[in-house]
């Protein structure tokens, strides 16, 4: 119970942190893996748990939603396509060669979380070159098919490890010119929402997911999520995001030369 208590506590950090910043599970899964769970089991695991935390952020955005209709409904299958094929391929990704993979995953989704703050100040400069940000109001155009390409491959990644996902779409969005951030969140929460909820029920029924772990993280996930971020918002942002970039440093070396 008490192995079960730490992971209720990591999971409700890992959802406060996902409130403020975002880079949630750079927290959540050297946390489970910690607990003696395999990596590729870790990780599924993570995200099963993970998801409910997922689909509530994306609800408390559906009002910035209004609008993007077209965008939603061609952006749905290259999520769900990438989500599914990321999650394949984990399926089928040796357990050993997984761990092999799995610190330098870790590294870069620190190195994208260390770069999000430098991608985001780009994005409001670009907003205030385009003249600053479009009303909730107003229709989007469909987007290209470029960006739904990459959006494939963001899936992809995602269905596959998932850390960092959010600002690779964040950055897709800014580079096709969209302006307004409220509509951009929204945008890559359903994104999130439709990668991670593929993969998750991939992993439901591929029998990996270490089910006790998994519930106690998702009640966690859910209470830090909702009550966390306002204690992680006193403790000031700037502390919150070292701590993350500290802990995926850690978890890179730990998971390279320890484990």
């Known amino acids: ?70 965008w939603l409904v061609w952006f749905t299958a290259p999520s769900v396509l990438g989500g599914i094929a990321g999650a394949l391929l984990l399926l089928y990704t040796p357990s050993g060669r997984f761990e092999a993979i799995v610190p330098f995953l870790v590294l870069g989704a620190t190195l994208l979380f260390l770069l999000q703050r430098t991608i985001t100040r780009a994005l409001a400069r670009h907003m205030v070159d385009a ?11 469909r987007p290209s098919a470029w960006l739904l390409v990459m959006q494939f491959f963001v899936g992809v990644y995602g269905g596959y490890f998932g850390a960092g996902i959010g600002i690779l779409m964040l950055a897709a969005f800014g580079l096709m010119g969209l302006t307004n951030i409220h509509k951009m969140n ?28 998994a519930i106690a993280m998702a009640a966690g996930s859910l209470c830090g999520g909702h009550l966390g971020a306002r204690l992680a918002i006193r403790a000031g942002q700037l502390w919150v995001r070292r701590t993350v970039v500290a802990v995926g440093f850690g978890a890179f070396l730990w998971l390279l030369f320890v484990r």
Not at 35 to 57: D, E
Not at 131 to 138: F, L, N, P, R
Request: charged share 5%.
């Open 186 to 213: 929204g945008m890559k929460n359903w994104g999130a929402t439709c990668i991670n909820g593929c993969a998750a029920t991939m992993f439901v029924f591929s029998g990996i997911v270490q089910w006790p772990v």
């Open 131 to 141: 003249g600053g940000t479009s009303s909730d109001h107003d229709v989007l155009p």
């Open 1 to 70: 119970m008490f192995t079960y208590f730490l992971v209720f506590l990591a999971a409700g950090v890992g959802g406060a942190i996902n409130a403020v910043a975002g880079g949630g599970t750079l927290i959540t899964f050297p946390a489970v893996v910690g607990l003696g769970v395999p990596p590729l089991a870790a990780n599924a695991t993570s995200t099963v748990a993970l998801w409910p935390g997922s689909l509530a952020g994306m609800w408390g955005f559906r009002g910035e939603l209004r609008g993007t209709k077209a």
